[in-house]
């Protein structure tokens, strides 16, 4: 029996709907990251920031694009600390070769370091202050940004 084209047409399509879904890569995709740093250790911030060095080659190797936001706050908040940071000259350089990389600093936990030591806590220059960091990553993984946490 030769088949029709209706049931070619259909035998084409159930053999279609049976095939498992993979998963498309289209060129030119914008993946967002938040990074989270909670801790004072400099290995952590370290990793923090390699893991955005990985990140950015390897979608950037696929063509496609990232946007990084790096959140600090309590004993993380070190990290931004401007003369105190172990890793400022890291994020010095690595704001200028990475333009997808932006860090936010606690304005909560600012607040109360800076009450206990008596001044106002100077930050790095890469800094942006936002009223709470945990109310940012909240934010951030709201707007679709995948959660790291090294």
Do not use: W
Not at 9 to 30: D, F, N, S, Y
Not at 63 to 75: A, I, K, R, S
Request: glycine share 6%; net charge negative; hydrophobic share 45%.
């Amino acid at each position: 029996m030769t088949p029709t084209p209706r049931l070619s047409a259909t035998l084409v399509a159930v053999a279609l709907a049976a095939l498992p879904a993979l998963p498309v890569m289209a060129e030119g995709e914008i993946h967002r990251v938040a990074i989270h740093v909670d801790e004072s250790d400099p290995q952590v911030m370290n990793m923090a920031l390699n893991n955005v060095a990985n990140l950015t080659r390897h979608y950037e190797a696929l063509g496609d694009e990232v946007m990084v936001e790096l959140v600090t706050y309590g004993p993380g908040l070190l990290m931004l600390m401007a003369g105190e940071s172990p890793v400022e000259d890291r994020i010095s350089a690595m704001s200028l070769e990475y333009e997808n990389l932006s860090f936010a600093a606690c304005g909560n936990t600012h607040r109360a370091m800076s009450d206990r030591a008596g001044k106002e806590i100077p930050l790095v220059d890469e800094a942006k202050m936002v009223p709470s960091g945990v109310v940012r990553l909240i934010e951030l993984q709201e707007e679709g940004y995948a959660y790291i946490r090294p």
